[in-house]
């Protein structure tokens, strides 16, 4: 483990953090992160908002990507960049309020959640080096605990939601876990759902069955590993049930996955690997081109094998070819209600939804305050204009049902004005033309950011709109906004 490096005040704008970065690509990162998500969301506050409006249960791969990258800008050399990001996460946490199912009003800006996020972060940082055999040394972490407290100011929250020292913290943090975590529904779906019906990355979407069988091992065995890795006070609160040998097991992953740190480092980086496993398969990337010849390979084993062991075809009842047409299409439209529209995973569309688009174009963009509240005040003229049309029982939100039967009718004024939006924000140059790099910058299917997109991509206004449409209203999925918006 690095040992410790220059120290960090407690005010934005000090000395970036440098003991926090030397985590981003160090492989027991990725189970730390799991921890820490799962206590986060065990915080009454923080899993109301992410059941009511995260992306995590539909869209866990770009939950995923857009985390990592927002921890990078948060830790970012340049203070600019450290503080553009503070500004846009305070922007997305104060459009998170509502209610819990206990009827308890949550606010993603309470400081004392906000606080927890970064507690979280910080203790599953320390635990994941104890778990694995390499404890910090105390200098190193009552720094890293420093840089933690000056992300949270950065973020413009006043002192003292988390205290001042480490002897400190320690009793805060038994406190919170004994007194304010619960059992919630969103704790719940990260232990035990979202492994099991984890969807493939992009470049893997090809091989359902091998996805299928690794995610089933994998699975339980992420659950037991997470579950085992929470404290133990709080796993006897919640009645959580720990597996026989989850603990061994446990250490034994956080020590093996410790030992890929000795693999080249351009192996390891995490953009490195979620660039690839986010990339799609026609990619001109040489990293793709050697997946998609596995993949082809694989499916010709497949084939081979449906060869040998033919499936009798069945014979088509009478009849059923003059409905044939009518259940497809709306088959077509409930599959785009679940992969586009339903971005938070509920089974319904709501506002939320619309917003967790905006967000995700927001962030892609990188948008400042006026170009973001533009883009989501035109999606939220569309959510009005779709409860208008398509909530027929007027209960405030809108089915996978009541979407296929009136699936026509989402392309009105509203949603035009969506496109011409977008349209606007991407065109950072104002020429009215959408060129190479805008193109890639908006339709990026990774982290690079800086890339140009491909040869001679270019769209006019017109042709901009028209593709939008076609694809929000469902008509056409062969369009870039589809790996934008259906991607998991």
Known sequence: MPGPGPGLGDQPGAEP?????????????????VRATVLEAAHPTIGAALIDNSTFVAHPWRRLRNTFLSMQRMAAVDEAVRDREAARLNRMHARLTGTDPKNRPYDAMDPGARAWVVATLFESSVTMCRMSGQPLEQDFMEGLYAEFRAMLASMGDEPGHLPDTLPEFWQYYDRVVAEELENTEAMRIILYRLFDHLPAPPLLSGLPTLWATGRAVAGPAFGAIAVASLPEPFRRRAGL??????????????????????????????????????????????RARTMAALQARMKRAGALLRLITPVP????????????????????????????????????????????????LASRLDLDEAEETRLYNAFADWWRELQTALDADGDGSISAQEYADAAPTLAGPALIRVAEVLFDVTDRNGDQCIDAGEYRTLFRTAFHRDSTGPAGTTYTRSAFVKEFLAFMSGRRRTTPFDPLLAEA
């Open 17 to 33: 953090p440098s003991r926090f970065r030397t985590f981003f690509n160090d492989p027991r990162w990725a189970l730390a992160m």
């Open 241 to 286: 049930p720990e597996m026989p040998g989850a603990h061994t097991l446990m250490q034994g992953a956080y020590v093996a996955i410790g030992l890929t740190r000795f693999l080249p480092e351009s192996w390891i980086r995490p953009e490195n690997i979620i660039d690839v496993l986010s990339m799609a398969p026609d990619s001109d990337d040489p």
């Open 313 to 360: 075809a069945q014979p088509e009842p009478a009849g059923r070819a003059t409905s044939a047409t009518a259940s497809a299409r709306r088959q077509e439209a409930e599959e785009f209600f679940r992969q586009v529209l339903d971005q938070t995973g509920n089974g319904s569309l709501d506002w939320p939804d619309l917003a967790a688009m905006a967000r995700e």
